[in-house]
């Protein structure tokens, strides 16, 4: 009895083996998982000085609330010097595969025929050949930023008077934000605020009427309406868009003016419920970036071209912005 016990124990021993040699066999060595780059890096490319108090200082700009606001979500910022430098097409591809994002910010300039229009659209068409094959790029589009998207996309300029200048408002969400990219996971009661409460900064004199993007079938197939809002004149105007396919984003709406901008006469959002919107943003949108596995070739390319090369001088005694880069 005493043999047969061992004889089965042996047996069952080796079916144990046996099983786990089955198991380990047929699971991955490691776990796959989708790559994340923790180092991202967003370009943004500066903006034409036009304001004749600014060209003492430079020919192009980026305000310090767009850098601080990218930073804050967790990535560096390489300006894109696009008037000094005059890059040719190659070398703006070249700058394309080390970046991992792009942001359009505000200003004033032509949307279709200025060389600022014309370096964002050769990004645009790189990030779409690039996402295209698999190799994620995001671009985002603050004010000016998102009226480009849409020449971008729709081929022609299809603004119209919407002015909403120096005014607060919450946003009028659609049905699809609520699934969107952008919203689907923001908190509950921030979400609420964001319907309520006047947390987006609005300094824009144009936009596209919603009835205009409707009509429009590039626009309408390219992104989802996400938010509306009313101008001073009654005008029904897109203030967030997404991209259907693409990881294209806009808003007519200022985010980094919640947390980095304080000119009492301007009305910048401050509250609890604006600060949080503006983290949220900045961080979604950082970590679409973290998505991009493009890189510099070497340390040294990579700190160079970053904007702590750069210092930022003060500028609160003849614009509306506390600092500003200059290039």
């Given at each position: 009895m005493r043999k047969k016990n061992q004889a089965f124990m042996g047996f069952a021993t080796l079916l144990f083996l046996a099983c786990c040699l089955c198991i380990c066999k047929s699971m991955p060595t490691e776990v796959q998982r989708q790559a994340v780059n923790d180092r991202p890096v967003i370009g943004v490319l500066t903006q034409i000085v036009s304001d004749d108090v600014m060209k003492p200082f430079g020919r192009t700009y980026i305000p310090a609330s767009y850098v601080k606001y990218l930073e804050s979500g967790g990535s560096r910022v390489m300006p894109i010097r696009w008037v000094q430098?005059?890059?040719?097409?190659?070398?703006?591809?070249?700058?394309?595969?080390?970046?991992?994002?792009?942001?359009?910010?505000?200003?004033?300039?032509?949307?279709?025929?200025?060389?600022?229009?014309?370096?964002?659209?050769?990004?645009?068409?790189?990030?779409?050949?690039?996402?295209?094959?698999?190799?994620?790029?995001p671009i985002w589009g603050t004010c000016m930023g998102l009226q480009l998207l849409t020449v971008l996309v729709a081929g022609k300029n299809l603004l119209t008077e919407t002015t909403a200048e120096n005014?607060?408002?919450?946003?009028?969400?659609?049905?699809?934000?609520?699934?969107?990219?952008?919203?689907?996971?923001?908190?509950?009661?921030?979400?609420?605020?964001?319907?309520?409460?006047?947390?987006?900064?609005?300094?824009?004199?144009y936009g596209v009427e919603v009835k205009t993007f409707m009509e429009n079938e590039d626009l309408q197939s390219f992104f989802s309406i996400l938010s509306t809002n009313v101008a001073e004149n009654g005008a029904h105007f897109v203030s967030t868009i997404e991209g259907k396919k693409y990881p294209f984003y806009g808003v007519q709406w200022h985010p980094e003016v919640n947390r980095f901008q304080w000119k009492s006469n301007l009305n910048f959002p401050h509250s609890r419920h604006a600060v949080q919107l503006s983290s949220w943003m900045a961080e979604f949108f950082v970590n679409e970036g973290r998505r991009s596995l493009h890189q510099f070739d070497n340390p040294e390319e990579e700190a160079s071209s970053l904007i702590y090369s750069y210092t930022p001088i003060y500028a609160g005694n003849f614009t509306g912005y506390e600092q500003i880069y200059f290039f």
């Open positions: 430098l005059t890059h040719t097409d190659v070398e703006y591809e070249n700058i394309f595969k080390k970046i991992n994002g792009l942001l359009l910010i505000g200003g004033a300039v032509n949307l279709e025929t200025s060389d600022f229009a014309r370096v964002a659209k050769l990004f645009y068409k790189l990030a779409l050949e690039a996402n295209d094959a698999g190799d994620v790029f005014i607060a408002l919450p946003l009028n969400l659609t049905t699809e934000a609520y699934s969107s990219r952008i919203f689907r996971d923001v908190p509950p009661d921030l979400i609420k605020a964001v319907t309520q409460e006047p947390l987006t900064g609005n300094f824009h004199h």
